[in-house]
């Protein structure tokens, strides 16, 4: 049998195949059209489009706000109030919805922050190399062995004692998780940025007298394109993950609602020993929704990015040997007939 390149069959598994009768025209599919959007990514995307929605246009529709009374201690849900109050008499729907904004905006900034210093420090290091990666890999590894959650729990407890207000809040809290869960994107990126370096065409772009920054901004970071996006979605995962545990614990943002907020104060209350599920059982399960559709989502761009992963694979693959054998089988005749012919 013909000795046919991986890449070649991955190609032309992308390619759309012409049926019989059709003709080839010079208009080509548009890249993305060949991204494979498994059922995963959908039932992500979906997961996580409804609880942005409920965060973020739930509290101009809801009929109560977070901070208004309606009722008493832990009153049971009703038809005023399907779950219920909390401990200080506020309806839990309408905390829940203005929590889930604050972590998800803690997540956003906190994993921006993040990825943004890891790629960073990860590309510089991978790029230029020398003396200059092993400076920069050794920070990070100097951070890696501190340990993240005493440094987070440290210095939440300072901030809460800044007049900064902007340190006490949200804002604060993303700051801190950002800069201490940067390294191992770093290390990441380092990996796939040396990689990359030793391509031919980042000497070309040499020769052609582009600087660093151009050569880092256009021909080094798309290659790394489809990793930070992943490295990305985890990091949000991991964001409001660690926020909701250092609320939980009492360290989080003072005067704010968020997901861990709301199970320390049922924690404190003993809404677990009181048998107060609605105001306990509802934020752990947007937090697990949360968790599972970026996890969900980051297992399904892996799909997207990387062909070898994608479901039906081996279908394509015994679809795109049947047609090589069937070409084959078309080039032997044509030769026996030349063969005949002469």
Do not use: C
Not at 327 to 341: D, M
Request: proline share 5%; glycine share 8%; no cysteine.
């Amino acid at each position: 049998m013909t000795n046919v390149p991986q890449s070649a069959i991955l190609a032309e598994e992308a390619e759309p195949k012409p049926g019989p009768g059709s003709q080839v025209t010079a208009t080509t599919r548009p890249s993305w059209r060949n991204l494979n959007f498994g059922p995963r990514m959908w039932v992500a995307l979906t997961i996580i489009f409804l609880i942005v929605l409920m965060a973020e246009v739930g509290p101009f529709v809801y009929p109560y706000k977070s901070s208004l009374k309606v009722g008493s201690l832990y009153d049971e849900p009703s038809a005023a109030h399907l779950l219920g109050t909390d401990n200080f008499g506020h309806d839990i729907i309408a905390v829940l919805m203005n929590s889930t904004r604050n972590s998800l905006l803690n997540g956003l900034l906190a994993g921006t922050l993040a990825v943004f210093i890891g790629v960073l420090i990860g590309i510089l290091a991978g790029y230029v190399g020398g003396w200059f990666e092993e400076l920069l890999m050794g920070i990070t590894n100097i951070v890696v062995a501190i340990p993240s959650i005493v440094v987070l729990i440290l210095i939440s407890m300072s901030l809460q004692h800044t007049n900064v207000g902007f340190l006490k809040g949200i804002g604060g809290l993303a700051l801190v998780i950002g800069i201490t869960s940067w390294p191992w994107t770093a290390r990441a990126v380092r990996a796939q940025a040396s990689s990359v370096a030793t391509r031919e065409h980042i000497d070309i772009a040499k020769l052609s007298g582009a600087g660093t920054p151009s050569i880092l901004i256009r021909d080094v970071l798309p290659y790394l394109a489809s990793y930070v996006v992943m490295a990305w979605v985890l990091q949000l995962a991991s964001a409001i993950l660690a926020e909701s545990t250092l609320s939980m614990l009492g360290l989080g943002p003072s005067g704010t609602d968020s997901l861990g907020i709301e199970l320390h104060w049922a924690l404190a209350f003993q809404a677990v020993s009181t048998g107060a599920w609605w105001a306990f059982l509802p934020p752990t399960i947007i937090l697990t929704l949360i968790s599972f559709s970026l996890l969900y989502l980051q297992s399904s761009l892996d799909e997207v990015f990387n062909p070898r992963l994608r479901r039906g694979k081996k279908k394509n693959l015994a679809k795109a040997a049947a047609r090589r054998a069937e070409t084959a089988r078309k080039l032997a005749q044509q030769n026996e007939k030349v063969e005949v012919l002469s």
